[in-house]
Every structure is written in C-alpha cells, then in structure tokens.
C-alpha cells in the first residue's frame, strides 16, 4: 500500500504540473491570437482606404491633409506586427483613425455633393463597421490578456510559469486619449 502512495503522489504531481502548464500555454496562444485578429481588422481597413483615396484625392485637392491622414494611417496599419503586441503602435494607429475621421466628416462640410455620392457614403459605412471589429477584436484581446495575466500570476501557476515557461506579463490595450476624459478614475 505504501508503494502505491509513493508511486501514486509523484505521478499526480506531474500531471497536475502538466495540466497547469498546458493552460498557461493555451492562455498564451489564445492572447497572440486576439492580438492577430485586432492587426487584421486594423489591416482590413487598408482596402477600405485604397478606395477612399482617389475619391478623397479628387474632391479635396486643396484638402492635402486628409490625403496626408490617410496615407499615414495605411502605412502606420502596415506596419502594426504581428508577431509582438505593441501597444504603443496600435494607440498611435487609433488615434490616426480619429483624426481621419473628424477630417472626413470637414470635407462632407465643405463638399456638400459628397453626401450624395453614394461610393463615398459606401467607403465611409464600411470604414465605421471596420472601426466596430477592431473595436470589438480589441476587446476580445483585453479579455484574453486578462485570462493569461490571471494564468502566469495565480498560485500554483506562477511558479509552474517560473519553472517551466517564463512567460511574461503582457500589457492590455488602454486608450489613453479616451480615458483621460473620464471624470472618474479607479483607485488601483
């Protein structure tokens, strides 16, 4: 009987170290994942703009800076990786965004008969519901890193993580610009 115990207590141990790490690693690949998906919904609204440029170079030639704006915000979504979430680039990429916007909505000011060209209201529908998925892909990522933070830093896994993986922390996307007009702040 006492051998059995013996024999038994290690091999649970081993499995539930396996088991552990096994989740860290599938809470890992599913963060990496939802980061994939925010890039490519943020990479989906570069066809978006390859269509509104030449409808934007044409009714604003002496608007040049939207023309600028949107020639920057493809690059900057060009240029989001893939591999590694940066944060820093996907709020740089946001922010271009609603900088491009609310330079759209002064030439639909200026150029009344934009409102009735219907390629255009097409072009800027499908730039809003582009604006909802990396919304949403971003909340779907936020909600991941919370699951892998929460698996890299609970007892018994952050040691396993320690021991085993290594991994590290990663930061959720914040929108600073949004956030600091808030009126209230959490005390943590």
């Given at each position: 009987?006492?051998?059995?115990?013996?024999?038994?207590?290690?091999?649970?141990?081993?499995?539930?170290?396996?088991?552990?790490?096994?989740?860290?690693?599938?809470?890992?690949?599913?963060?990496?994942?939802?980061?994939?998906?925010?890039?490519?919904?943020?990479?989906?609204?570069?066809?978006?703009?390859?269509?509104?440029?030449?409808?934007?170079?044409?009714?604003?030639?002496?608007?040049?800076?939207?023309?600028?704006?949107?020639?920057?915000?493809?690059?900057?979504?060009?240029?989001?990786?893939?591999?590694?979430?940066?944060i820093?680039?996907?709020?740089?990429?946001?922010?271009?965004?609603?900088?491009?916007?609310?330079?759209?909505?002064?030439?639909?000011?200026?150029?009344?008969?934009?409102?009735?060209?219907?390629?255009?209201?097409?072009?800027?529908?499908?730039?809003?519901?582009?604006?909802?998925?990396?919304?949403?892909?971003?909340?779907?990522?936020?909600?991941?890193?919370?699951?892998?933070?929460?698996?890299?830093?609970?007892?018994?896994?952050?040691?396993?993580?320690?021991?085993?993986l290594?991994?590290?922390?990663?930061?959720?996307f914040?929108?600073?610009?949004?956030?600091?007009?808030?009126?209230y702040?959490?005390?943590?």
């Amino acid at each position: 009987m006492g051998f059995i115990i013996f024999i038994i207590i290690p091999l649970l141990a081993i499995l539930a170290i396996i088991l552990i790490r096994n989740s860290i690693v599938r809470h890992y690949n599913a963060t990496v994942r939802a980061w994939s998906d925010v890039a490519s919904y943020e990479r989906q609204k570069i066809k978006i703009l390859d269509g509104l440029q030449p409808l934007v170079e044409q009714y604003s030639s002496f608007e040049k800076g939207t023309l600028e704006k949107v020639t920057e915000l493809r690059q900057n979504i060009m240029n989001l990786n893939l591999q590694d979430a940066d944060i820093a680039q996907l709020q740089r990429v946001e922010n271009l965004n609603r900088e491009l916007m609310r330079s759209l909505n002064v030439v639909i000011e200026n150029y009344p008969e934009l409102k009735a060209n219907e390629i255009y209201l097409k072009i800027m529908h499908e730039i809003e519901e582009q604006n909802e998925n990396v919304g949403a892909a971003i909340s779907i990522y936020n909600r991941n890193v919370e699951l892998f933070n929460n698996q890299i830093q609970i007892f018994p896994h952050n040691i396993i993580n320690n021991m085993l993986l290594q991994k590290k922390v990663v930061r959720p996307f914040r929108d600073q610009a949004v956030s600091q007009n808030f009126d209230y702040r959490p005390n943590f």
